[in-house]
C-alpha cells in the first residue's frame, strides 16, 4: 500500500478497504480458514466444552514499555481462555481506527498480535474494520472475542475455592498498570518498569497437568489482585487470607505506589494468573510455573482459610489483618 496514513475511505467498503485487509491483516493473520472472508468464519472444534470470551481495549498510550494495544488484545482474550481451563482455539479481532493513524502503526499493532497469537498457538480466523473520523476515537481500539476447549475432568470455577486451599500467582503483580500510567504521564522512573502482558495458556496447562484438582483461576487485570480475589471469596462464599511479606512486588513498583498513593493489589496485570489448589497439590502448581518463561517470581501468597463469607484479608508485616476490598472509583484509567 502506498497510504501512509488511514483515511475514512479504508473503512468505506470500497478498493482501499480491500487492500487495507488484503494486505495488513491477511498477510498477518493468513490461515486457511480467515483466507475465505465469509461474513462468518468456519473452524472445526474439538470434543469437548466450548469456552467463550470477548473483551475490548482502549488503552492510552497505544504503545507503552513490554507491549501495545495489540499484544494486549490477544494476550488479554487467551488469559481469560485460560481462566476457564480452555485451550484457546480461534479468536477474531475487530478494529475501530482513527482517521490519521500511520499505517506503519497499525502494521505494528498487528505484527504483535500476530506474534502473541502464534505463541498460544491460536489462529485469528474473523474480522472487522471500521474508520472514524478524526477526533472521534483515541488512535485505535480493538475488540476480540475467542473461543477454546476445556478437556474433560477440568473443572474451573470462582465458586470452587476451600478452606485450606493454597493462592498462588506466577509473579510480580503491578507492572503492567504502573507502566502504563507512567508512559502516559511522563513519570520517569529510577528503574523503568514494564508490562507484563503475556499469554499464559501454556502456563496454565502446566498447571492443570501438575495439580489436576485445582479449583479456580483468575487473571487479576482491572482491579488488580484485590478484585479478582473478592470475586473468588464473593462467589465461592469463602474467607482468603493474603501474607503480605509473600507478595511480589518490585522494588521500582512498591517504590511507584508509594509515591503515587497506590497500593499494588489494586494496580491491573495482563501477565499473571491466581491460581488456587488444594493444599496438597500447592508445590506441585509452583513447580510448574516455575519450569517456563512467565513463571518468575511465582510464590504462595495465602491461603483460603475460616472466616467471615465473601472476605479478603491481609495478615500485615506487623502481624494485624486488614481487609482488602475492591479499588473505589478509578483511581488508574484506560490500562487495558
Known sequence: MNDETI???HGAGGERMARLIAEVFVAAFDNPTLRELGDSAVAPIEAGRLAFTTDAFVITPIFFPGGD???????GTV???AA???RPLHLSAAFIIEEGLPLADLKRVVASMKAAADEARASVIAGDTKVVPHGAADKMFITTSGVGVVPEGVDISPARARVGDAVLINGFIGDH????LCAREGIELETPLRSDSAPLAGLVARVIEAAPETHC?????RGGVA???NEIAERSGACIELEETALPVREAARG????LGLDPLHVANEGKMLVIVPEAQADAALAAMRRGRYGEGAARIGQVVEGPAGRVQLRTVLGTRRIVDRPVGEPMPRIC
Open 84 to 86: 476457564a481451563g480452555a
Open 227 to 229: 478484585a479478582a480475589l
Open 256 to 259: 511507584a505506589c508509594e509515591i
Open 69 to 75: 494495544i495489540g499484544h494486549l488484545s490477544v494476550c
Open 7 to 9: 483515511l475514512l475511505s
Open 177 to 180: 498498570g504502573l507502566a502504563v
Open 217 to 221: 483461576l483468575r487473571d487479576p487485570t
Open 79 to 81: 488469559n481469560d481462555l
